[in-house]
């Protein structure tokens, strides 16, 4: 069995009939992830380190994906083709490696633009890597949005009407 992951359960549910009983497509339901509001998320001494946390939104969904994950030959993540996708895809990777659930599977990134057969059946045939300058490009944006709204913010909060 195959599992394939996307962002969203209408995607999961059409992508679902096109490719059939070897295959298994759930949605992550966008970001699994994301920085803590606590100060210390982003450790700006030690090479920005990030510090993650699993949102509480996504566990019922994580749950379901690591269960199918243990007993699938191939995982494919099938997240959007932009960098948000990307990070996504990235943040999966990420957590199945936590888990110890990528040992002895396959790991395959696909894309596509439409929600056709035809797009599905040719990005499934033409698997990539997940390309990291996007999620770099991910990693930098998110660091500067934490570390400009935790310090910001406040001062904002003092200074502006409403």
């Known amino acids: 069995m195959n599992l394939v992951i996307v962002e969203s359960p209408a995607k999961a549910k059409t992508i679902n009939k096109y490719l ?34 699993v949102d509480s939104f996504s566990k019922k969904y994580l749950k379901k994906i690591t269960d199918v994950a243990k007993v699938s030959n191939k995982i494919i993540l099938a997240t959007d083709p932009d960098r948000e996708g990307e990070a996504i895809a990235w943040h999966l990777k990420e957590y199945l490696l936590e888990k110890k659930l990528l040992k002895n599977k396959s790991l395959e990134r696909v894309v596509f633009n439409e929600i056709t057969k035809n797009a599905i059946l040719k990005a499934i045939e033409n698997p990539r890597q997940i390309e990291i300058p996007l999620v770099k490009a991910y990693l930098a944006r998110r660091a500067l949005d934490y570390l400009v709204g935790f310090n910001i913010s406040p001062i904002l909060w003092t200074k502006l009407p409403g």
């Open 20 to 53: 059939g009983r070897d295959y298994v497509v759930l949605a992550s339901y966008g970001h699994i992830r994301d920085l803590p509001s606590k100060n210390g998320s982003v450790d700006t001494e030690n090479k920005f380190e990030m510090l993650w946390e």
